[in-house]
């Protein structure tokens, strides 16, 4: 399985000799939009009670990308007794993307991580969901860290594909005036519970209309790719799709049967969408036209 890493700096906790375990602060669950945007690189903060230090260091990543894409945004969720303690979010234009540096008190934490590169995200805490209108490769870890004052300041999490893809790829050639494939799967899912990584926000029948380029007019082997969320077990769905004019004309339409889905997995389907084989079928015509007659 392919996956994705980054490195999240976990802040070192400190403890005076003077102070013991039962001193600790309580976790009180903080505003998550307060924890947003804070700059924590070389700062040490100092927290009550008196004698606990918090101590924040950079490190250094590599940028995320598959298959040579990159992703453009990273969601980190840090949770204490199931009760959101803090959330971050990082886009591509960041300086620091990749690179995610959180204060965590000592105690039990479950940090969940998100990457991806969709497009329409729409995070919902309440709900613990985050939901794309275009789902593109995402990868996701659900991180248990039980963060005493020996723990280590850095920690590498490799995050795993959560998503399916659909690949229809069309065996005869584009017409010259196609304009868009509309792809309408029976459901579909469009988020992520980011709790337990299973797909949510399950749709009915909603299309998704892609437009031809130029460059495919005419070409044979053309294909387009559908991206959504999945679980690790298998699962089934009717897809429809067909392609228009720009008048809304169909010019061809199809439909897969209990077309199968998996995490992590492309299903490629092919055949024909403007014959009713892909190719040109020649037969001879036998009979013979009225006969000329005439005499000399």
């Given amino acids: 399985m392919k996956c ?7 802040a070192m906790l400190m403890m005076a000799a003077a102070c013991s375990k039962s001193d ?6 903080a505003d998550p939009a307060d924890s947003v945007g804070v700059d924590s690189v070389d700062v040490t903060f100092e927290v009550r009670p008196d004698g606990w230090t918090i101590t924040r ?3 250094r990543t590599r940028g995320l990308d598959a298959d040579g894409k990159a992703m453009t945004d990273i969601w980190v969720l840090d949770y204490v007794a199931d009760t959101l303690y803090q959330q971050k979010h990082q886009s591509s234009t960041d300086d620091d993307f990749g690179t995610v540096a959180m204060t965590l008190p000592v105690g039990t934490h479950h940090i969940y991580f998100v990457a991806s590169r969709g497009s329409g995200a729409s995070l919902d805490t309440d709900a613990h969901t985050l939901t794309f209108t275009k789902v593109l490769d995402t990868f996701y870890k659900d991180l248990a860290l039980n963060v005493q004052a020996s723990t280590n300041g850095a920690q590498a999490v490799n995050l795993d594909r959560v998503v399916t893809k659909l690949k229809l790829q069309f065996t005869d050639a584009i017409p010259d005036d196609a304009a868009t494939f509309n792809v309408t799967p029976a459901t579909w899912y469009y988020g992520i519970d980011y709790l337990t990584g299973e797909p949510t926000a399950a749709a009915t029948s909603q299309t998704t209309t892609i437009t031809i380029p130029a460059s495919s007019i005419g070409k044979t082997g053309e294909y387009l790719n559908l991206f959504g969320f999945s679980s690790a077990t298998e699962w089934t769905t009717d897809i429809a799709f067909d392609c228009e004019k720009s008048d809304a004309t169909v010019l061809g339409a199809a439909t897969i049967s209990s077309a199968k889905f998996k995490r992590n997995r492309v299903s490629a389907y092919s055949g024909p969408l403007f014959s009713s084989n892909g190719a040109m079928t020649l037969s001879l015509n036998t009979e013979w036209d009225t006969e000329l007659t005439g005499t000399w």
């Fill in 57 to 59: 260091e950079p490190i």
């Fill in 24 to 29: 600790a602060p309580e976790l009180a669950p």
């Fill in 4 to 10: 994705l890493k980054f490195l999240a700096a976990i």
